[in-house]
């Protein structure tokens, strides 16, 4: 069994930052495998935000948060990171924490939410104007 907790969301104004984490656990759990990050706004749908490889050598990022979140991780901690700044109001969502991606981790991997095996209860964000 596999548990993913996230925590680190909250309410912001525009330009703010907020640090997301995700921590790993359970006797299946498998802290050297892809993860990702992603969010899900009210009546859209779930969208890839971030992801990176096993051992953090590799990140990957969709075209709306390039340049402004940083995935990381901390494989001694089981833990998986979202930096987020220059927070935007069209970044409100519900974050999500993924685990394990039964395909290749890459950036075709954000457009495939079924690829990953695992799944946190989700974070709240909200950014104001």
């Known amino acids: 069994q596999v548990h993913l907790v996230e925590s680190g969301g909250g309410s912001v104004q525009a330009g703010g930052a907020l640090r997301l984490s995700c921590v790993g656990s359970?006797?299946?759990?498998?802290?050297?495998?892809?993860m990702g990050w992603f969010r899900q706004a009210p009546g859209k749908e779930r969208e890839g935000v971030a992801a990176?490889?096993?051992?953090?050598?590799?990140?990957f990022y969709s075209d709306t948060v390039k340049g402004r979140f940083t995935i990381s991780r901390d494989n001694a901690k089981n833990t998986l990171y979202l930096q987020m700044n220059s927070l935007k109001p069209e970044d409100t969502a519900m974050y999500y924490c993924?685990?394990?991606?039964?395909?290749?981790?890459?950036?075709?991997?954000?457009?495939?939410?079924?690829?990953?095996?695992?799944w946190g209860q989700g974070t709240q964000v909200i950014v104001s104007s």
């Open positions: 993924a685990a394990e991606s039964v395909v290749n981790c890459g950036g075709a991997v954000l457009t495939i939410p079924s690829g990953f095996r695992y």
């Open positions: 990176i490889s096993a051992f953090g050598d590799s990140s």
């Open positions: 359970g006797d299946t759990y498998n802290r050297y495998s892809c």
